[in-house]
């Protein structure tokens, strides 16, 4: 039988796989968490493995190890297993993702109260605090048999974390198989850090790199976010997919440079007249990630153990986020007077009508008759004179027919005599 099956078969919560497994630390999606974190991808690194001694407790024995990663880009990343009765799963198509600690696989487990009493192991013990100085910071309290080994360390910090995520307890008169000398040394050790000194440090560990939110929506004519930034880099470089006339401002509303610090916040600045789009944001730093950060597996169909990251080395981490905008909505203008036919009809007939009936019949009915001018004044007034008037014309003819008609009656009745 091999080392890697006689591993499992013995339950190993933190085998040395010799298959690789590839890990994200990073939140899963956008979809899972509200934080787009940077994605590290890394493999079982068999070279990078550190053995510890085997634990004794109630139900056998199991092997300690700080079991060692690569990144991608090179990096060594070391963890502790916090799952100790889930082997490892040497699948190479087998994904993992970093997760807050609230996203432990087993939410009703020890891990679920004591993950911050987990992180004080981590930061107190080793490989955090190198072996040396874990000596010096318990002269006086542990008396170490011809010194602390790396290998008592590991086996002790390890012990300690399964207490406290499984709660598997060693036989503290039968720590290792090892013998009484290498047996005092891991239990004082493990004694140490699952005692009153750890207090826990309560905070979850902010990741290497995360934008939040990951994706943003807005209108155009508008500053749509703000971005945050977390990280431990030093430096954060910014570069954008955006339309024409888009861009990146900081706080205050000044152009945004190519460099971001942890805390940075910053929007995306739309023209009022941009029609309606979208653009990519991304993040890139050089940073190591934190300790005590999270990594399960990505998916309920195969299962592995949950690691719980001790050291690191620098390595490339990569986030993106997303934006996308409305077009601006086109203003209704403000009628004028001009342009509103509906205004005039109901205030002219209004006022007009009602006045000029009411007021002409009641002053003036006696009035009309002396005013208006007769026909013989007319002409005299109004019209030139032209000549004789026709009356007095028809005057003269009818009188010089009477006249004519008279002495005709004479002259017949002198006839007759």
């Given at each position: 039988m091999s080392t890697h099956s006689r591993r499992r078969a013995a339950g190993a919560g933190v085998a040395a796989a010799l298959g690789a497994v590839v890990l994200l630390p990073t939140s899963a999606t956008a979809a899972d968490f509200e934080?787009?974190?940077?994605?590290?991808?890394?493999?079982?690194?068999?070279?990078?493995?550190?053995?510890?001694?085997?634990?004794?407790?109630?139900?056998?024995?199991?092997?300690?190890?700080?079991?060692?990663?690569?990144?991608?880009?090179?990096?060594?990343?070391?963890?502790?297993?916090?799952e100790v009765n889930v082997p490892i799963n040497d699948d190479p198509e087998l994904n993992m993702v970093e997760v807050p600690w609230d996203s432990y696989p087993v939410p009703e487990a020890p891990f679920t109260d004591n993950a911050d009493r987990i992180l004080w192991v981590l930061q107190n013990s080793y490989p955090v605090v190198p072996v040396a100085e874990i000596e010096s910071a318990l002269d006086g309290v542990v008396a170490f048999n011809d010194g602390l080994s790396?290998?008592?360390?590991?086996?002790?910090?390890?012990?300690?974390?399964?207490?406290?995520?499984?709660?598997?307890?060693?036989?503290?008169?039968?720590?290792?198989?090892?013998?009484?000398?290498?047996?005092?040394?891991?239990?004082?050790?493990?004694?140490?850090?699952?005692g009153d000194e750890n207090t826990g440090i309560g905070e979850l560990p902010t990741p290497a790199l995360s934008l939040d939110p990951s994706a943003l929506s807005g209108e155009a004519g508008t500053t749509i976010g703000s971005f945050t930034v977390s990280t431990n880099a030093e430096t954060v470089d910014v570069t954008a997919e955006l339309p024409e006339g888009v861009e990146l401002v900081d706080a205050d509303g000044a152009p945004l440079g190519d460099q971001l610090a942890d805390g940075a916040t910053f929007g995306v600045e739309v023209p009022a007249d941009a029609e309606a789009g979208d653009g990519t944001v991304r993040l890139h730093a050089e940073a190591n990630l934190n300790i005590g950060r999270l990594f399960v597996s990505d998916t309920d169909e195969i299962r592995t153990q949950s690691l719980i990251l001790a050291q690191s080395e620098k390595t490339e981490l990569d986030v993106e986020g997303t934006v996308d905008w409305t077009a601006a909505e086109t203003p209704t203008p403000t009628p004028t007077p001009s342009e509103t036919p509906s205004e005039t009809p109901s205030e002219t007939p209004s006022e007009t009508p009602s006045e000029t009936p009411s007021e002409t019949p009641s002053e003036t009915p006696s009035e009309t008759p002396s005013q208006t001018p007769t026909p013989s004044e007319t002409p005299d007034e109004d019209l030139p004179d032209t000549g004789a008037s026709p009356t007095l014309l028809l005057a003269v003819g009818l009188g010089l027919v009477a006249g004519a008609a008279f002495l005709l009656r004479r002259r017949f009745a002198g006839a007759a005599e």
């Open positions: 934080t787009a974190d940077a994605e590290a991808r890394a493999i079982i690194h068999p070279d990078g493995n550190v053995a510890g001694y085997r634990v004794n407790h109630g139900g056998g024995s199991v092997q300690a190890i700080l079991l060692g990663l690569q990144a991608d880009d090179g990096a060594q990343l070391k963890t502790y297993c916090v790396e290998r008592e360390a590991i086996t002790a910090t390890q012990a300690a974390v399964w207490s406290f995520s499984d709660a598997l307890q060693p036989k503290l008169d039968d720590f290792t198989p090892e013998g009484d000398d290498v047996d005092a040394d891991v239990r004082a050790l493990f004694e140490y850090l699952t």
